[in-house]
């Protein structure tokens, strides 16, 4: 079990290029691999924005937000919701053929396809992701801590120092939400975004 701060954004569309640019050449921190791509199935949980279950590779993930810590106002730059959340990963061998029926039985789940890049900077991970669900492109950009390695005070500090040469549009704190959101149709409803209620994601 991973106990993790968290700060996440999404917008509506491709990634943008002075964004990808940023995080590809001036972004402080080491590169994490190679930029991944794969598709991840989201149980659908309409209108839940505070449990995520997800099959990843195979392996079943559970993902519960145990607080909601507030927003954090970085200025001009980017104002956004801190949130403490909890993940619990089950590895079995057994489990991708039953759920793969699971899927195609039910019928509930979401594929969400993503492309995603890392960096890590004083213990903190920062994520850029391409997101398609839908028929619809969002990105994502989020940053992540483990709580026993930062603290929050610590936390937020660092993603102010890794913020503060973003070059893209402010991001706010309408657009502050996580994947549990966005696939249970809550994300976007803020100014600025089209919105997802009421929107189901590509059910597969």
């Not at 924005?49 to 559970?62: A, C, F, M």
């Not at 403490?84 to 759920?99: I, P």
């Not at 994520?127 to 929050?152: D, G, N």
Request: charged share 30%; aromatic share 10%.
């Amino acid at each position: 079990m991973l106990t993790t701060w968290e700060m996440r954004w999404f917008k509506q569309g491709k990634l943008p290029n002075q964004v990808k640019d940023w995080f590809e050449e001036k972004c402080p921190g080491d590169r994490l691999g190679s930029p991944e791509e794969r598709t991840d199935l989201y149980l659908s949980a309409p209108g839940c924005d505070n449990l995520g279950i997800k099959l990843r590779q195979g392996n079943l993930e559970v993902k519960w937000r145990k607080a909601e810590l507030g927003e954090k106002d970085f200025g001009e730059i980017a104002q956004g919701k801190a949130e403490e959340w909890v993940k619990l990963t089950c590895v079995d061998d057994s489990l991708e053929s039953l759920l793969t029926a699971a899927v195609k039985e039910k019928k509930t789940w979401i594929a969400v396809e993503k492309q995603r890049s890392q960096r890590r900077y004083q213990n903190c991970n920062l994520e850029i992701t391409q997101v398609h669900l839908q028929k619809e492109f969002w990105w994502t950009i989020a940053f992540e801590t483990l709580t026993e390695i930062l603290s929050l005070d610590d936390f937020t500090t660092t993603v102010c120092d890794l913020l503060s040469s973003y070059p893209g549009e402010k991001l706010l704190a309408a657009d502050s939400f996580g994947y549990a959101a966005l696939t249970g149709g809550l994300g976007g409803g803020g100014q600025g975004g089209q919105g997802r209620q009421g929107r189901q994601g590509r059910i597969v």
